[in-house]
């Protein structure tokens, strides 16, 4: 019977190791199949075509200034590939250059699906109902995984570092008419409370105590920028993935500093 027991056990043992196999290799075939596809997306959309760029050449805006060509072909993008696409993040230094989306209907649809509305275990760069498309709102948040393979968000990590974060400040996100650049002011460890249910950021003083929280936050891991004072009028991008270990979210926080129009690609 003892034979029989140790037996049984080393079989589901075995069993447990196989099948822990078996999903850890799908997911590394689905992770680069998700590169893969964010590869290609770039070099299809990333870059507006020389017909865009004359187009622009002889476009102005309403103050009369002249407007730069999209570098993103959102048009074909949405067309192609999928509606659901409205932006674009870059954060130089790190592996931050993706497509940002929302559905229509699944506030979480992204969490496990990819640009293509496939499953993925990488997901994709979102956000939720509770922000516009034109990261107009006072502060909108963005979400991607921390995945092992330093894709999505996992390259935000870097920020935890002074030296990286000294060095690296710039962020943009295009639309399909504008480039917004931003200042990252600072990166620290935040609770894993949901931000936008958390804060009613329409009333002045929440909104201003929540600022307070972004330059002083209640973190160890934190790294703030020096001489950087937030207002009232200031427009706020938080990006947001999980930790590296236990329970809670890295959250990378940063300004509008400026906005400029565009020439959609043609």
């Not at 069993?15 to 998700?34: H, R």
């Not at 997306?41 to 309403?62: C, F, I, R």
Request: hydrophobic letters at 40%.
């Amino acid at each position: 019977m003892k034979k029989i027991i140790i037996t049984a056990v080393i079989i589901v043992l075995i069993l447990i190791a196989a099948a822990s196999g078996i999903y850890i290799f799908f997911e590394q075939i689905n992770n680069q199949q998700a590169a893969e596809d964010y590869s290609s997306l770039s070099s299809k959309y990333d870059n507006a075509s020389a017909a865009a760029e004359t187009t622009a050449a002889q476009a102005t805006d309403s103050s009369g200034v002249p407007a730069e060509p999209n570098p993103i072909d959102f048009a074909s993008l949405q067309q192609n590939e999928n509606s659901d696409i409205y932006a674009w993040i870059k954060v130089p230094g790190t592996r931050v250059d993706y497509p940002v989306l929302r559905s229509e209907t699944n506030d979480n649809f992204y969490i496990d699906h990819g640009v293509n509305k496939e499953y993925s275990f990488a997901g994709a760069i979102y956000s939720q109902f509770c922000n516009r498309r034109d990261f107009k709102d006072r502060v909108t948040v963005l979400y991607g995984h921390n995945m092992a393979d330093n894709s999505m968000f996992a390259s935000l990590h870097s920020f935890e570092d002074a030296d990286f974060f000294a060095q690296n400040r710039d962020m943009t996100i295009y639309t399909p008419d504008k480039e917004l650049s931003y200042e990252i002011v600072s990166a620290y460890v935040g609770d894993d409370s949901h931000i936008m249910n958390s804060y009613d950021f329409y009333n002045d003083e929440v909104f201003i105590g929540f600022l307070d929280n972004i330059m002083n936050p209640h973190s160890v891991q934190s790294n703030v920028r020096d001489g950087v004072s937030l207002g009232i009028n200031d427009r706020i991008v938080i990006l947001s993935t999980c930790l590296n270990y236990g329970e809670g979210r890295y959250l990378v926080a940063a300004r509008l500093v400026s906005e400029k129009p565009l020439v959609p690609a043609q």
